[in-house]
């Protein structure tokens, strides 16, 4: 299928562009739709028109050899999980950043609060993560708990 590819790559680029898109995902690299191979191409199309004509001399005489061009497509697949890997990398929350975004959300909190006004503060943080630093806090004489069970509501006691 991508030998077949590389003529039809020949005739129309961005349709040839989208095929390789559509062939990345047919062999499970799913990376093209977090990372443009478009822009790869398009960034490196000196070299893709270069592979190209390589990989399409002796088409008609069944000479050919398709190599070049899959070598290219393998080089832009290969390039775009670099690039999603990094982008990655700098995602990744550092360890206890989600601590940090709780303790600054009941700073912002005016007076008593429940854990469902932290939860809505900290979206993407679990309750149980909450629990545990109101537990942690309060232990540290920072809160106090006022009530009991799902209604209770929490205090900062300036300590």
Known sequence: MLVAYTRFAAAGG??????MLLLAYHGGAEVGRYISLERLVEQNKDRYYETLEESSQGWHEGSHNPWPFIHY????????????????????AARGEKSQVVVDAIARLPGDFSIAQVQQQCPGVSVDLIRKLL?????????ECVGRGPNAMWRKTGG
Do not use: C, P
């Open 14 to 19: 961005r349709v040839s562009r989208l095929l």
């Open 73 to 92: 497509v393998l080089w832009v697949l290969k390039t775009a999980y670099a690039e999603f890997e990094n982008r990655l990398g700098k995602v990744k």
């Open 135 to 143: 537990h942690d806090l309060r232990q540290q004489g920072k809160l």
